[in-house]
């Protein structure tokens, strides 16, 4: 609590809906620290757009990141001949 405060997550949920379940399902998902990952002026690629899957391969610091990797969001420049993207990727540790 002395790093992020209280964090609450708040759903409505019918009758017939297992709350326990739901409640563990989130917890796994959700219970652990995450990193963001962007990269800015990578050389471009026409086919890459969000929801394209990508095979990164990079040193980050601590880590060596060799991952698919969803790109959450894309955007391309051009300037004169030379094609650059900027990305932001989920997938593994990293969530957008």
């Keep these: 609590m002395e790093a992020w405060g209280v964090l609450q997550y708040y759903e409505s949920i019918d009758e017939n809906t297992n709350g326990k379940a739901k409640a563990d399902a989130l917890l796994s998902l959700y219970n652990h620290k995450t990193r963001n990952l962007s ?3 990578v050389a471009g690629d026409l086919r ?3 929801g394209s899957i990508i095979v990164v ?3 980050i610091g601590d880590i060596n ?3 698919f ?3 959450e969001s894309v955007r391309h420049t051009f300037n004169s001949n030379r094609h650059t993207m ?3 990727l989920r997938g593994g540790e990293f969530i957008a």
């Design 48 to 50: 890459v757009r969000g």
């Design 86 to 88: 900027d990305l932001t």
């Design 39 to 41: 990269v800015s002026g």
């Design 65 to 67: 990141l060799k991952n």
């Design 69 to 71: 990797m969803l790109v």
């Design 57 to 59: 391969d990079l040193e």
